[in-house]
């Protein structure tokens, strides 16, 4: 029996060497994997529900020291690749969002500031506002 080393190094092999067949296998979908979970939206609720206690367990398991190293090493390092291929979704959703921003700006300057409760109810305007976005898709 391999050892659990053994195994691990295996299996690196094999994930690094598969891009082939992981580019095989998006070409052989033949449906949008969103619009095929979309409908089957009950069945994940479900299993959400039912996995809450494993879920719990397992968030727990990792501890602050852990945390934080995996979070400042690993997690750091995709930063800059993550802001590269994110950044035209960005851009996007921004050509939509700001002027949506904008055409209710007039209204939420003219709010009254003068109190607290006033500020908050326009802070709470602006919330609301955004809120109700439309999305950009």
Same mark, same amino acid.
């Given at each position: 029996?391999?050892?659990?080393? #053994?195994?691990? $190094?295996?299996?690196?092999?094999?994930?690094?060497? !598969? @891009? +082939?067949?992981?580019?095989?296998?998006?070409?052989?979908? #033949?449906?949008?994997?969103?619009?095929?979970?979309?409908?089957?939206?009950?069945?994940?609720?479900?299993?959400? #529900?039912? !996995?809450?206690?494993?879920?719990?367990?397992?968030?727990?398991?990792?501890?602050?020291?852990?945390?934080?190293? %995996?979070?400042?090493? /690993?997690?750091? +390092?995709?930063?800059?690749? @993550?802001?590269?291929?994110?950044?035209?979704?960005?851009?996007?959703?921004?050509?939509? =969002?700001?002027?949506?921003? #904008?055409?209710?700006?007039?209204?939420? $300057?003219?709010? $009254?500031?003068? /109190?607290?409760? %006033?500020?908050? +109810?326009?802070?709470?305007? +602006?919330?609301?506002? &955004?809120? &109700? =976005?439309?999305?950009?898709?």
């Amino acid at each position: 029996m391999l050892t659990p080393t #053994q195994i691990a $190094d295996k299996w690196k092999a094999n994930f690094t060497a !598969s @891009g +082939q067949a992981y580019t095989d296998g998006i070409n052989a979908v #033949q449906e949008a994997p969103g619009i095929k979970a979309a409908r089957a939206s009950a069945k994940w609720l479900a299993r959400v #529900q039912a !996995s809450v206690a494993k879920y719990e367990k397992n968030v727990a398991s990792v501890d602050l020291a852990t945390w934080k190293t %995996a979070a400042s090493t /690993t997690g750091a +390092q995709r930063l800059a690749t @993550g802001a590269t291929k994110g950044a035209p979704k960005m851009a996007a959703f921004m050509n939509v =969002f700001i002027p949506y921003l #904008q055409a209710n700006k007039s209204t939420i $300057d003219a709010m $009254d500031t003068t /109190t607290f409760e %006033a500020a908050m +109810q326009k802070a709470y305007a +602006q919330a609301l506002y &955004n809120h &109700n =976005f439309p999305g950009y898709r």
